[in-house]
């Protein structure tokens, strides 16, 4: 028997999981592929067109977000979303075991090619919002520091975090709780919850710091239903509509915030099946290009 606290453990730090992927050769060698992929598909274009203006910067800034007061408090949250996925990829190791080792190396792929699909994007245009110059504290410095702010659409931190949830939950549902270390059926469905929440709040925080634009969270969504079917119509409202969910009085637009975001998603779902041959990327660079007009 587990405690609840202990199901619904979502943070195991780094170490952790950095000693289960060193612990066997193929999982050590997927996972330098997933750093690797990070390196290619997120900081190097950003730091490269820093420094050489290769490709256009697009501002993607929706009126609204001025709407969502800029609190600094949120950064320690923002910057939880890859202890996230690599505690999700501890849990199923250590609750499973090795014997699924095939799983986890498909969810390590599945991290990398996240990081290589937004890269697409990136390596095409970039995107920002405006979001403060000044370092707050020492976490935002680090931000600024880490971070050029140039690879907005999609959001590499709603599609981890939410591909962490839907990944999760399906390894979980598919293998049950038979063999699962001091985990039952419910235990394993709470921490799932758990996950849920953890990108709902991360969701969140990306609007607070403003690193992001509701811009930025609707086209993510959008990518994320064509990449995970089981992440249908039903579930990305239900997600959406929970955002701002403890916030409703001290943030008026919590319910325009929301409809924007559908409102982008679906737009770009709309083009999609208009025209699916351009594939799915073009959505999101016509949206990205109307900006630039």
């Given at each position: 028997m587990v405690s609840t606290k202990r199901a619904r453990q979502t943070n195991f730090g780094y170490m952790r999981p950095i000693a289960l992927a060193l612990s066997r050769p193929s999982l050590a060698a997927h996972a330098l592929l997933v750093v690797i992929e990070a390196f290619r598909s997120f900081f190097l274009p950003q730091f490269e067109n820093a420094l050489l203006r290769r490709r256009p910067v697009v501002n993607v800034d929706h009126p609204l977000d001025e709407s969502i007061a800029f609190d600094p408090g949120y950064m320690k949250k923002y910057m939880e979303f890859i202890r996230l996925w690599m505690g999700s990829f501890y849990r199923l190791g250590s609750v499973y075991g090795y014997r699924i080792v095939p799983e986890l190396l498909d969810y390590v792929d599945s991290i990398r090619s996240l990081y290589a699909e937004a890269g697409s994007v990136y390596k095409t245009v970039h995107t920002t919002t405006t979001r403060p110059s000044k370092n707050i504290n020492l976490r935002f410095a680090l931000i600024h520091a880490l971070d050029p702010h140039l690879d907005c659409v999609p959001s590499l931190h709603v599609i981890l975090v939410l591909?962490?949830?839907?990944?999760?939950?399906?390894?979980?549902?598919?293998?049950?709780?038979?063999?699962?270390?001091?985990?039952?059926?419910?235990?394993?469905?709470?921490?799932?919850?758990?996950?849920?929440?953890?990108?709902?709040?991360?969701?969140?925080?990306?609007?607070?710091?403003?690193?992001?634009?509701?811009?930025?969270?609707?086209?993510?969504?959008?990518?994320?239903?064509?990449?995970?079917?089981?992440?249908?119509?039903?579930?990305?409202?239900?997600?959406?509509?929970?955002?701002?969910?403890?916030?409703?009085?001290?943030?008026?637009?919590?319910?325009?915030?929301?409809?924007?975001?559908?409102?982008?998603?679906?737009?770009?779902?709309?083009?999609?099946?208009?025209?699916?041959?351009?594939?799915?990327?073009?959505?999101?660079?016509?949206?990205?290009?109307?900006?630039?007009?």
């Open positions: 591909a962490n949830w839907l990944m999760s939950s399906e390894i979980t549902a598919r293998l049950g709780a038979e063999g699962a270390k001091g985990f039952d059926q419910a235990r394993l469905e709470l921490w799932a919850e758990s996950l849920y929440a953890e990108a709902l709040a991360i969701t969140e925080s990306v609007l607070f710091v403003k690193q992001h634009s509701v811009n930025c969270v609707g086209a993510s969504l959008y990518y994320l239903k064509l990449r995970f079917p089981a992440f249908g119509d039903a579930q990305a409202r239900a997600f959406v509509d929970s955002l701002f969910a403890s916030h409703n009085g001290s943030l008026p637009t919590a319910q325009k915030l929301r409809d924007v975001i559908l409102e982008v998603c679906d737009k770009m779902e709309k083009s999609h099946r208009q025209r699916p041959e351009l594939g799915w990327r073009a959505p999101i660079l016509e949206f990205i290009d109307s900006f630039a007009l």
